[in-house]
């Protein structure tokens, strides 16, 4: 498996921003799709974001579709989520997920298709 650690959480105003970083180990991350999915207090963990092995496709929840954008970087072994126009409602901990297995390039909502996960990292949106 892949270990992966977020970093760049925290506490933030309405329509603020911020970038959420997820650095992996290995010497697969390139083969390996990359995912962001959300959980708020009392809820399940959700879809974010997806992005493909070599980052040329992606796919967004609806709810962050034109505000979140996630993008990689094979050399630094690092897949980023920039958050813009943040609200309330996105006020979760991040988890960063991966397919170490690379079994798969097409990004993908499916929980269950990603076996790696970080630690998370609490993101905050004040109104």
């Known amino acids: 498996q892949v270990q992966l650690v977020e970093s760049g959480g925290g506490l933030v105003h309405a329509g603020g921003s911020l970038r959420l970083s997820c650095a992996a180990s290995?010497?697969?991350?390139?083969?390996?799709?990359m995912g962001w999915f959300r959980q708020a207090p009392g809820k399940e963990r959700d879809f974010v974001a997806s992005?493909?092995?070599?980052?040329?496709?992606?796919k967004y929840a609806a709810s962050v579709e034109g505000r979140f954008t996630i993008t990689r970087d094979n050399s630094k072994n690092t897949v980023y989520l920039q958050m813009d126009s943040l609200k309330p409602e996105d006020t979760a901990v991040y988890y960063c997920?991966?397919?170490?297995?690379?079994?798969?390039?097409?990004?993908?909502?499916?929980?269950?298709?990603?076996?790696?996960w970080g630690q998370g990292t609490q993101v905050t949106v004040s109104s």
């Open positions: 992005i493909s092995p070599s980052g040329g496709s992606t």
């Open positions: 997920a991966a397919d170490s297995f690379g079994f798969r390039v097409i990004p993908t909502v499916l929980i269950g298709n990603y076996d790696s």
């Open positions: 290995g010497r697969t991350f390139s083969r390996n799709l």
